[in-house]
């Protein structure tokens, strides 16, 4: 497609539960980020993945939270042992080198 | 290090009037800058952005914003407010580095538009 795409839209589910979430960017985008929404809050960093390079993993709330980037493709953010507080709607973006974000339409996680 | 402030997290203008919205940004290195806007129920944005050049950017739906770095602001305007333009709206800063780096949002301005 041409947009970002990411899934699923929603997911609930219970606390202690790990959950994956999949970003598809923009093709050709070499950069991707992640980043986290909570209810009427501003958008926190995450990670951020460039190229073959080291992803910048300064945002991780802690080391329940994981990601990974396969080249210039798909990734993935993966939450363990989920908790209520990560309740949030994770939003994914890719960019050129330099420029702006497309962001997705994200995923609203709901742990119960 | 880059960080940003949205000075007022909930704004409310009449139709038609003038609309203010307000970032100041902390930058080690020369900025890149951009507004976001997030409408009810959909996904981010881009209305604008500063690289380089010219200083006063316009943007889609009739936006503008200034860079001032004497004043370290990127504030954002529109001369007349539309009922559509009812939105949450962020600023955002990133290092202009040559390599990409991380884009750091502020926390926000809610707009609101009555009539």
């Known amino acids: 497609g041409a947009g970002v795409s990411q899934s699923p839209s929603n997911k609930v589910t219970e606390k202690g539960k790990d959950v994956e979430l999949r970003c598809d960017p923009i093709?050709?985008?070499?950069?991707l980020y992640w980043y986290r929404q909570r209810l009427g809050q501003g958008l926190e960093f995450l990670i951020y993945?460039?190229?073959?390079?080291?992803?910048?993993k300064s945002g991780l709330p802690s080391d329940r939270f994981s990601a990974e980037r396969t080249g210039e493709s798909v990734s993935t953010l993966t939450i363990q042992r989920t908790q209520q507080e990560d309740s949030a709607v994770y939003l994914c973006?890719?960019?050129?080198?330099?420029?702006?974000?497309?962001f997705g339409e994200g995923s609203r996680l709901t742990v119960l | 290090a880059q960080s940003v402030t949205q000075l007022g997290s909930h704004v409310s203008v009449s139709e038609g009037a003038l609309v203010l919205l307000r970032c100041n940004y902390s930058s080690s290195v020369p900025p890149y800058l951009f507004w976001y806007v997030q409408y009810p129920n959909q996904g981010l944005q881009l209305l604008l952005k500063?690289?380089?050049?010219?200083?006063l950017v316009k943007g889609i739906n009739g936006f503008e914003a200034e860079f001032k770095k004497s004043e370290t602001s990127f504030h954002l305007t529109k001369p007349s407010a539309h009922m559509s333009d009812a939105a949450e709206y962020f600023c955002a800063v990133r290092g202009n580095t040559g390599t990409a780096s991380k884009l750091t949002f502020g926390t926000g301005t809610r707009l609101q538009v009555t009539l």
């Open positions: 500063y690289t380089t050049g010219a200083t």
């Open positions: 993945f460039q190229g073959n390079s080291a992803p910048d």
């Open positions: 973006a890719s960019t050129l080198v330099i420029g702006e974000l497309f």
């Open positions: 093709s050709g985008h070499t950069a």
